[in-house]
């Protein structure tokens, strides 16, 4: 016990260094920093989750619900192929064609219900974790359409669930619970400090006073950030950050996204993102020895190894294409830990409540 706790304290502290690390470079190489990260740790992060994941059921009550949000991740991606295909002179026609046919109907509900299909895919998993007759389960998990129907034509719900949750929420808030459930569970003090940690380095962030004299983007970088589709999320945050004068202002004077980007607030969210993906990264390679995703099956890692050299290669090639070719995997990786994200909110709250009863609350509540 007295070496796990050594290891854990370890850990806790080597990752308090990892996360002074990807604020230095987060507030230096806002943009680089995250297409780096994105592009070269993010392909082995989520093949060796997957792998860790379906090693452990899921953290679901029953292991074949993964089918549930596979399904609904291969929904996102036949939207997002359907969205290219519309744009592509070489199946721009095609496309017409089928939107007029038999298929028009289908295909349109692929195109207005996309946000909703992650909305599914979270809630779910909170079905999958907490209720154990499975056909009251899939149930509730089929009742949840209805909102979900109702919701689609509100922009604070696409945000939230198209853009936030799947993105920014899956790489620092959820990556924040870990580490507290982590802290609550082991109740050690570099558990805290590393949980603190975290919330002073985005603090610091919002805090500093950076210049966009010194981020002004190159072309060629400016392309590239173009092309990973990201500058939606720097939009979204920034409308929620942004005083309302700020917006107004901008909306005013129709400024490009070349110039929004170089904005002082949209830089420093740029240097969030670029800290939060990165530490994301760093903190799942830095539990190796605590949590063992590295324990699958040598074909898995004969795969995964591939899969990671493939995506680079495709990254550096073209950014768009590496893109393209890893959004199932990366969605799909993210659809596959809600139920451990929920798992780690139950146990948040069952540790807390435990302080206040004298830990009877939290029998078993450690156990994945």
Known sequence: MANLKLSLNGVNYLNIGLMFISLVMAVTFPFELFLFAYAVLGPLHYMTEIGWLHNRNYFALEKRDFIIPTILCTFIGISMLLGLADGWESTKEMMVSLRAGAFGSVLEL????????IFLAFTSAIFMVTVKNRYLRYGLILAMIVPAYFLESYKT???????????????????????LFGA?????????LSFGFYFLCVALIFMFDLDPKKYILSEELYITYQKSTFAS?????????????????VEAAGMNLFKFLNLKLVLKI??????????????????TEI?????VSKSWLAVTGVVWIVSVSL?????????????????????????LNVQS????????????????????????
């Open 110 to 117: 692929f195109d207005q219900y996309s946000t909703s299909f």
């Open 184 to 192: 609550l569970k082991s109740k050690s003090i570099s558990g805290y």
């Open 270 to 287: 740029q240097a969030f993102i670029a800290f939060a993906y990165t530490y994301h990264y760093l903190n799942w390679f830095s539990k």
């Open 345 to 368: 909110i139950i146990g948040i709250g069952k540790e807390t409540l435990g302080r206040f009863t004298g830990g009877a609350a939290v029998a078993g509540s450690g156990k994945k």
């Open 233 to 249: 999320l720097n939009i979204g945050l920034w409308e929620v950050l942004a005083p309302t004068s700020e917006i107004k202002s």
């Open 315 to 339: 990254y550096y090639y073209d950014y768009r294409t590496g893109l393209l070719a890893l959004f199932f995997i990366s969605m799909l990786h993210v659809f596959l830990e809600f139920p």
């Open 157 to 179: 719900y696409q945000n939230w669930f198209a853009i936030f949750l799947p993105t920014i929420i899956h790489v620092s808030l959820f990556t924040a619970l870990f580490i």
């Open 291 to 295: 949590i063992r995703w590295h324990d």
